[in-house]
């Protein structure tokens, strides 16, 4: 049965932070993926980490492996080329001449012929080159529908490029950027609209040039569920449309030569050449370096003026918020190389998302509950432990996600669990803070009636000082009843008697609380209090005993007030004893108070009992006393078995504080009496008897001497059996 219940116990322990981690993981991981509504700023942030985890990786050096090379409209070409304001077309031609004679696998023009050239024989010029070259790849504007569908503009019988009828080589140069702005994305096609719901396949640039390169034909990539495929290649997907760039680094980080160089043969003059008489002829020691060949060339615009500058990952200065942007002819660049090389990166799984996110909210929640439970309940660990395990989990998961991202190429998601971890903790804080409010005002409610305001502040300040459930403590435990209390109240009316009772009943309660004690109840006119719980007393035998001289004195000052009032006296009797107890909410489901049961308790009512045989008013037990025998001032009693017992108990008088200033004719007496006390139990009642008259002389009314004297006198005309040991055995309770 133990074995059950520690199971049961256990998996109670287990539920609820197993359901904040399943509410904390599930709301993450459906925002994550936009449900039930679209979280901006969480995607921006998101998306801030893959750029992130890009400069954390680093640049990879592409100058010398690189599958691709730029050739770069710039500002510089524009100086040396003699053409300025009018660009001709016959300037592409020549370039893509050069550089398929100069080894270039497949060259591709990220520029958009959009109508006729103004100069004669221009367009023809073009066009004769791309018949005989039809590796090249143009490029084709694109546009986006009021759908959202990505389609290809088309113009006339053209895409915006009036040369696509001389080739059948063209891209869609769209290039579509994220939420944030940044251009992070790749797509392999876009949809051309050829009937009202009918669409067909056009390539994207980078697609097109790297079908052309692999040999594979004016191939459209297809669309599987998780990823897209090119003759042999498989793309993971990044997004339902599109892949991850691979970026090596910022901008400027493929290869980039001058359009001018390419242009600059012995057929050519540039502006210098012309103005100088020079020839520079630029373009052969290009050629004979061989840096186009067996690549992918790519012909594209690098000047501001171009519009053309888009954000990326990749920052070349981070101290410049702007150092981030690069030509689209890069990021094509970029796509291409990603894909040539088979370096892509995977979006994980679903699956391992909402694991992640559950296995770390579920550890912070399982942590918290667990030092919670170690009775660590003040409020600010409450909330800063499980801070410390979230900020843990977040730094693990953070570091997790960098070294796959760099290391397998996989891209975890990093906000989204994050907020997972957050949605835990605050559950948690927010659990606990409910729980420790509702455990404060319970500890308020309960003992409030039971110790003094002070203790009860502390019970509520420091939950963990107090278990609500039973528990065995060693305690003193006091008794106190009314001495011929029946006779009082037939003199009084029953309102006078339950003022005149609760006069005394207050007075005596606020002695219990002022030396750190715990009332336990009022039966009637009985006080019953103790002291070791509910916050641990370590003297509370000694508390138990200033209590119970305290009141005495107390009641010498009600009489004082009582007399002037012309109210009857009342007089108590008082047992204490101390031992092991079991203390705690004892009663029915909904009422119950928190009291002390076992025997030790029973005890402490047979010493009140037993104080009318020995017409005393303070009693205590041989296990009080040794907890306190230096500090008070007692006498012995008696060795007696209380009804109900058959183990003997010495008994002592508890006469005052080691501190209080007792008469050295009180202790003069005091050891008279003991020395008497050790005659009768040596059986001398002779001089037991001497002892006893001597006390008496003194003091008269000193009945416990009187009774000695009785029993002694008996005993010498009647002398009790071998075997007696001076145990008097009590008849009544």
């Given at each position: 049965m133990k074995t059950i219940g520690s199971t049961i116990s256990g998996t109670r322990k287990l539920l609820l932070p197993l359901l904040i981690a399943l509410f904390s993981s599930g709301i993450a991981f459906l925002l994550s993926r936009d449900i039930p509504f679209d979280v901006p700023f969480l995607k921006t942030a998101q998306l801030r980490t893959i750029d992130q985890r890009f400069e954390a990786r680093g640049q990879v050096d592409m100058m010398d492996s690189s599958k691709v090379v730029i050739v770069a409209l710039d500002d510089q070409s524009f100086r040396a080329l003699p053409d300025e304001i009018v660009f001709p077309r016959s300037y592409y031609a020549k370039a893509i001449a050069n550089l398929y004679a100069a080894g270039a696998k497949v060259v591709c023009v990220d520029v958009v012929f959009d109508g006729r050239s103004p100069l004669k024989g221009d367009d023809s010029t073009l066009a004769a080159v791309l018949k005989k070259y039809p590796m090249t790849v143009l490029a084709i504007r694109n546009t986006i529908s009021t759908t959202g569908r990505v389609t290809v503009l088309k113009s006339r019988d053209y895409f915006h490029n009036m040369f696509i009828k001389y080739d059948s080589s063209i891209g869609s140069v769209l290039l579509p950027n994220d939420p944030d702005g940044v251009y992070r994305?790749?797509?392999?096609?876009?949809?051309?609209?050829?009937?009202?719901?009918?669409?067909?396949?056009?390539?994207?640039?980078?697609?097109?040039?790297?079908?052309?390169?692999?040999?594979?034909?004016?191939?459209?990539?297809?669309?599987?569920?998780?990823?897209?495929?090119?003759?042999?290649?498989?793309?993971p997907k990044y997004s339902r449309s599109s892949m991850l760039i691979n970026y090596p680094g910022p901008a400027g980080s493929f290869p980039t030569y001058d359009f001018w160089q390419v242009l600059d043969d012995s057929s050519f003059q540039t502006r210098d050449e012309k103005d100088f008489g020079l020839q520079i002829n630029a373009y052969y020691p290009l050629k004979e370096s061989g840096v186009f060949k067996n690549k992918i060339v790519l012909i594209g615009a690098e000047y501001p003026e171009s519009g053309d500058l888009k954000p990326i990952p990749f920052m070349k200065n981070r101290s410049d918020d702007q150092s981030n942007m690069a030509y689209g002819v890069e990021i094509h660049a970029a796509a291409i190389q990603t894909l040539v090389d088979g370096d892509f990166y995977h979006t994980s799984a679903a699956w391992v998302d909402c694991l992640e996110m559950f296995l770390g909210a579920f550890l912070i929640a399982l942590t918290s509950f667990l030092f919670k439970s170690a009775k660590h309940s003040r409020m600010f660990l409450v909330i800063f432990i499980p801070l410390i395990v979230t900020a843990g989990v977040v730094a693990a998961s953070y570091e997790a996600a960098f070294a796959l991202f760099i290391r397998d190429r996989l891209i975890l998601k990093i906000i989204y669990p994050i907020l997972a971890y957050s949605f835990s903790y605050v559950a948690v804080v927010v659990y606990q803070f409910v729980s420790e409010r509702k455990a404060k005002t319970a500890i308020k409610s309960l003992f409030s009636r039971y110790v003094d305001p002070s203790v009860v502040n502390q019970l509520v300040g420091n939950p963990d000082l107090v278990r609500l459930g039973g528990e065995r403590k060693e305690l003193t435990v006091l008794f106190s009843d009314i001495a011929s209390f029946t006779s009082v109240s037939e003199r009084l009316s029953p309102d006078d008697l339950v003022a005149h009772l609760n006069d005394y009943l207050t007075s005596m309660t606020e002695v219990v609380f002022q030396n750190s004690g715990?009332?336990?109840?009022?039966?009637?006119?009985?006080?019953?209090?103790?002291?070791?719980?509910?916050?641990?007393?370590?003297?509370?035998?000694?508390?138990?005993?200033?209590?119970?001289?305290?009141?005495?004195?107390?009641?010498?000052?009600?009489?004082?007030?009582?007399?002037?009032?012309?109210?009857?006296?009342?007089n108590f009797r008082i047992g204490l004893n101390s031992g092991e107890m079991v203390v705690g909410n004892v009663g029915g489901r909904d009422r119950f108070d928190y009291t002390v049961i076992g025997d030790n308790v029973n005890l402490a009512s047979r010493l009140e009992s037993a104080n009318k045989m020995y017409r005393t008013r303070l009693l205590m037990s041989e296990y009080t006393f040794e907890l306190v025998r230096d500090r008070v001032y007692v006498r012995e009693l008696d060795l007696i078995i209380v009804k109900g017992k058959t183990r003997p108990v010495k008994i002592y008088e508890l006469i005052s504080d080691r501190t209080d200033n007792v008469t050295e004719e009180k202790k003069s007496l005091v050891h008279i009496y003991c020395t008497g006390l050790a005659a009768y139990r040596s059986r001398r009642w002779k001089e037991a008897k001497d002892l006893f008259e001597k006390v008496l002389s003194k003091d008269p009314a000193d009945y416990p001497s009187e009774m000695y004297l009785e029993r002694c006198m008996l005993y010498e005309m009647e002398p009790p059996p071998d075997e007696w040991n001076g145990v008097f055995i009590m008849q009544t309770k």
């Amino acid at each position: 049965m133990k074995t059950i219940g520690s199971t049961i116990s256990g998996t109670r322990k287990l539920l609820l932070p197993l359901l904040i981690a399943l509410f904390s993981s599930g709301i993450a991981f459906l925002l994550s993926r936009d449900i039930p509504f679209d979280v901006p700023f969480l995607k921006t942030a998101q998306l801030r980490t893959i750029d992130q985890r890009f400069e954390a990786r680093g640049q990879v050096d592409m100058m010398d492996s690189s599958k691709v090379v730029i050739v770069a409209l710039d500002d510089q070409s524009f100086r040396a080329l003699p053409d300025e304001i009018v660009f001709p077309r016959s300037y592409y031609a020549k370039a893509i001449a050069n550089l398929y004679a100069a080894g270039a696998k497949v060259v591709c023009v990220d520029v958009v012929f959009d109508g006729r050239s103004p100069l004669k024989g221009d367009d023809s010029t073009l066009a004769a080159v791309l018949k005989k070259y039809p590796m090249t790849v143009l490029a084709i504007r694109n546009t986006i529908s009021t759908t959202g569908r990505v389609t290809v503009l088309k113009s006339r019988d053209y895409f915006h490029n009036m040369f696509i009828k001389y080739d059948s080589s063209i891209g869609s140069v769209l290039l579509p950027n994220d939420p944030d702005g940044v251009y992070r994305r790749y797509m392999p096609y876009v949809d051309f609209r050829t009937g009202a719901d009918s669409y067909t396949q056009v390539p994207s640039f980078g697609f097109e040039a790297v079908s052309r390169y692999l040999g594979l034909g004016n191939r459209v990539a297809s669309d599987r569920p998780a990823y897209f495929k090119l003759g042999d290649i498989r793309i993971p997907k990044y997004s339902r449309s599109s892949m991850l760039i691979n970026y090596p680094g910022p901008a400027g980080s493929f290869p980039t030569y001058d359009f001018w160089q390419v242009l600059d043969d012995s057929s050519f003059q540039t502006r210098d050449e012309k103005d100088f008489g020079l020839q520079i002829n630029a373009y052969y020691p290009l050629k004979e370096s061989g840096v186009f060949k067996n690549k992918i060339v790519l012909i594209g615009a690098e000047y501001p003026e171009s519009g053309d500058l888009k954000p990326i990952p990749f920052m070349k200065n981070r101290s410049d918020d702007q150092s981030n942007m690069a030509y689209g002819v890069e990021i094509h660049a970029a796509a291409i190389q990603t894909l040539v090389d088979g370096d892509f990166y995977h979006t994980s799984a679903a699956w391992v998302d909402c694991l992640e996110m559950f296995l770390g909210a579920f550890l912070i929640a399982l942590t918290s509950f667990l030092f919670k439970s170690a009775k660590h309940s003040r409020m600010f660990l409450v909330i800063f432990i499980p801070l410390i395990v979230t900020a843990g989990v977040v730094a693990a998961s953070y570091e997790a996600a960098f070294a796959l991202f760099i290391r397998d190429r996989l891209i975890l998601k990093i906000i989204y669990p994050i907020l997972a971890y957050s949605f835990s903790y605050v559950a948690v804080v927010v659990y606990q803070f409910v729980s420790e409010r509702k455990a404060k005002t319970a500890i308020k409610s309960l003992f409030s009636r039971y110790v003094d305001p002070s203790v009860v502040n502390q019970l509520v300040g420091n939950p963990d000082l107090v278990r609500l459930g039973g528990e065995r403590k060693e305690l003193t435990v006091l008794f106190s009843d009314i001495a011929s209390f029946t006779s009082v109240s037939e003199r009084l009316s029953p309102d006078d008697l339950v003022a005149h009772l609760n006069d005394y009943l207050t007075s005596m309660t606020e002695v219990v609380f002022q030396n750190s004690g715990t009332l336990d109840k009022y039966i009637g006119d009985a006080i019953i209090a103790f002291w070791g719980a509910p916050l641990d007393v370590k003297d509370h035998a000694y508390r138990a005993c200033q209590t119970a001289i305290e009141m005495t004195r107390r009641l010498d000052s009600l009489h004082a007030k009582w007399i002037s009032e012309g109210k009857p006296l009342l007089n108590f009797r008082i047992g204490l004893n101390s031992g092991e107890m079991v203390v705690g909410n004892v009663g029915g489901r909904d009422r119950f108070d928190y009291t002390v049961i076992g025997d030790n308790v029973n005890l402490a009512s047979r010493l009140e009992s037993a104080n009318k045989m020995y017409r005393t008013r303070l009693l205590m037990s041989e296990y009080t006393f040794e907890l306190v025998r230096d500090r008070v001032y007692v006498r012995e009693l008696d060795l007696i078995i209380v009804k109900g017992k058959t183990r003997p108990v010495k008994i002592y008088e508890l006469i005052s504080d080691r501190t209080d200033n007792v008469t050295e004719e009180k202790k003069s007496l005091v050891h008279i009496y003991c020395t008497g006390l050790a005659a009768y139990r040596s059986r001398r009642w002779k001089e037991a008897k001497d002892l006893f008259e001597k006390v008496l002389s003194k003091d008269p009314a000193d009945y416990p001497s009187e009774m000695y004297l009785e029993r002694c006198m008996l005993y010498e005309m009647e002398p009790p059996p071998d075997e007696w040991n001076g145990v008097f055995i009590m008849q009544t309770k």
